[in-house]
């Protein structure tokens, strides 16, 4: 089968290093970085792109539909149904924290920080169109600050301006992105902790609650936030009601946090952050609630509610994030799907490396970190969350800067002493969904038909805005083939052994 398709070099390829141990990983610098480019499906065509622990990176090859009959049938198939639709996808992208804009800055050479932005946000890169951007300071942060933070009770927020942080790294790291895209970047804002002030410990970390005193300043420190962004030309899509709210309740952070009761999170929403952005200029901005583990949604949302049921006027959406997933399986999200069909489910944070058990932060060319993003994104994406979004864009070697050192890893490494950057395999993971479902694809059913005692192939589908079908495909076996069927067509796929595959054909054309 392998020998039947064309294989297509119109990229530039990835300037492979491989690390001992691991896969490999592509590095960039002023002279060169690897690209690679959608390639449209022709009529009776279909492409598949493939990565690899062996090494492939978006390895694009082209092959022959055929008709599906029983001479030549596969064993193992996917049958896609276009007619039965489930969410609709808002997109894919990551955050511009302090430390990703540092790193970016640290780069000497202005062409290597455009082809670094370009490799996640331009047509010739993941084309990425969201990001995540902190309200103030987070443990990616130098030292810990807020808005504000002086004087202090200053109920009306008098002295409200933004950051040198945001002049310095984040605006201009959201502007060169916006330049970048090809379709509008949709902005996701969230603060860690408001100024000590306005809290119970009077600290940036540790148990802490809001003070009551101030619910409506806290929802007007989000306004002015909104204010300021907008004034600097960087309209914001939605903003969330505060990082990881657990993280304060049971001291479960050692940086900025602010710890919020379900019970107190519903009063607030319902008297103070959803008038104050429903009655504003900004009463179009998404309110996106929780911000928090998988594992909280069961008893803290549904407490949330339960006891405050008219925040429900007031959410659109509910923000997850990554890191108990591997013990909390994606079916919890039924919890807020089922009972909350009218509310969105997006993925607001990941990384890999944050477990406090995980001895090296960052790993060069960790096939086993790409393969944990690819399966959790499937997994989203088939409990009907609309969008992905990474944590820090870039870091150092070291998973920093952090002002906790809470150091992680980071789909691009960044190394400003030989002035180059690096793209681990969680880049080209992420890759093969950012790239090929664009904003407004529609989730469709999947079919799966495999012999006896075959493992199966973990994946996900997609109709698109382009009128074609996408499916992405994770093989964690061995070498395989598989049929991948849609009306009478059928696309002969064969995976490579740890591999993620993209493969998108025509729909019109398969269908007929």
Request: charge should be neutral.
């Amino acid at each position: 089968m392998e020998n039947s398709l064309l294989t297509i070099y119109t990229n530039k390829r990835c300037s492979a290093r491989q690390i001992t141990g691991q896969s490999v990983v592509c590095v960039c610098n002023v002279t060169y970085c690897d690209e690679f480019t959608r390639e449209t499906p022709a009529q009776g065509k279909f492409v598949r792109y493939t990565s690899s622990q062996s090494g492939y990176r978006f390895h694009k090859m082209v092959g022959d539909l055929q008709f599906d009959n029983e001479e030549g049938s596969c064993g193992y198939s996917l049958t896609l149904d276009p007619s039965t639709v489930f969410q609709t996808i808002e997109g894919f992208g990551g955050s511009t924290s302090d430390a990703a804009g540092i790193n970016w800055r640290s780069l000497s050479d202005a062409a290597l920080q455009q082809k670094l932005i370009d490799a996640y946000y331009a047509e010739t890169g993941l084309q990425y169109n969201m990001v995540r951007v902190p309200i103030g300071g987070t443990d990616f942060s130098t030292h810990p600050y807020a808005y504000n933070e002086l004087p202090k009770d200053d109920a009306h927020l008098t002295n409200f301006s933004l950051a040198y942080e945001d002049f310095t790294y984040k605006i201009p790291m959201i502007k060169a992105i916006q330049a970048a895209a090809s379709t509008p970047v949709h902005i996701v804002a969230t603060t860690w902790s408001p100024p000590p002030w306005m809290k119970s410990n009077g600290q940036f970390s540790g148990f802490s609650r809001l003070k009551p005193e101030y619910y409506q300043t806290y929802a007007e420190y989000h306004k002015k936030f909104l204010e300021k962004y907008a004034a600097e030309g960087i309209p914001i899509w939605g903003i969330t009601t505060t990082n990881e709210p657990m993280n304060g309740i049971f001291n479960l952070a050692s940086f900025n946090t602010l710890g919020w009761s379900p019970a107190e999170m519903g009063n607030w929403i319902v008297n103070n952050l959803g008038p104050t952005i429903r009655n504003s200029t900004f009463k179009d901005v998404k309110i996106i609630a929780l911000d928090d583990q998988r594992i909280t949604i069961p008893f803290w949302f549904n407490s949330m509610i339960k006891k405050h049921p008219q925040a429900l006027n007031y959410i659109d959406g509910v923000g997850v994030h990554y890191y108990t997933d591997m013990f909390v399986p994606a079916s919890v999200l039924a919890y807020i799907y089922d009972a909350h069909p009218d509310k969105f489910i997006l993925a607001t944070e990941a990384c890999e490396g944050s477990q406090p058990w995980t001895r090296e932060k960052v790993v060069l060319g960790s096939w086993d970190r790409a393969k944990n993003y690819i399966l959790d994104i499937i997994g989203d994406l088939n409990h009907n969350v609309i969008g992905w979004i990474d944590w820090n864009l870039c870091l150092n070697s070291q998973g920093g800067p952090n002002w906790v050192e809470n150091y992680v890893d980071s789909p691009i490494i960044v190394y400003p002493e030989k002035n180059e950057f690096i793209k681990q395999p969680m880049y080209y993971g992420l890759g093969h969904f950012s790239k090929f479902i664009p904003r407004g694809s529609r989730r469709i059913k999947v079919t799966e038909k495999k012999p006896l005692l075959s493992f199966s192939v973990e994946n996900v589908a997609f109709v698109t805005p382009n009128n074609t079908v996408v499916v992405v495909l994770y093989n964690g076996g061995k070498a395989k083939s598989i049929c991948i069927k849609l009306g009478q067509k059928k696309a002969l796929v064969f995976l490579e052994s740890k591999s993620v595959v993209t493969v998108e054909f025509p729909l019109e054309q398969c269908s007929s």
